[in-house]
């Protein structure tokens, strides 16, 4: 079982970035899906959650209008799409994934960091 994501990196106040989870070792489409983060000092939150499917999608307050939670299930992958960044969505993200039988799996995160 793996998750990688990808994506992350050095981002200006205002800009986009698209991060995507592959994954591999599992039945990808039987995973609901969630991207989380991790700020430095802070507990790790949601951000984002899709449905096996991809027909069902939750967003943190925080990120609603701004990020986009997807999935390509012929691919193995979930994306989020982050658009309008600001200096507070500086984080690690991490993908995971809830089976249907309840057992989660985590990537090993990826680095976003929006400064100017």
């Known amino acids: 079982v793996q998750l990688v994501e990808s994506g992350g990196g050095l981002v200006q106040p205002g800009g986009s970035l698209r991060l995507s989870c592959a994954a591999s070792g599992f039945t990808f489409s039987r995973c609901a899906m969630s991207w989380y983060r991790q700020a430095p000092g802070k507990e790790r939150e949601l951000v984002a959650a899709?449905?096996?499917?991809?027909?069902?999608?939750n967003y943190a307050d925080s990120v609603k209008g701004r990020f986009t939670i997807s999935r390509d299930n012929a691919k193995n992958t979930v994306y989020l799409q982050m658009n309008s960044l600001k200096p507070e969505d500086t984080a690690v993200y991490y993908c995971?994934?809830?089976?249907?039988?309840?057992?989660?799996?985590w990537g090993q995160g990826t680095q976003v960091t929006v400064s100017s």
């Open positions: 899709i449905s096996s499917a991809g027909g069902r999608t």
């Open positions: 995971k994934c809830i089976s249907p039988r309840g057992s989660e799996y």
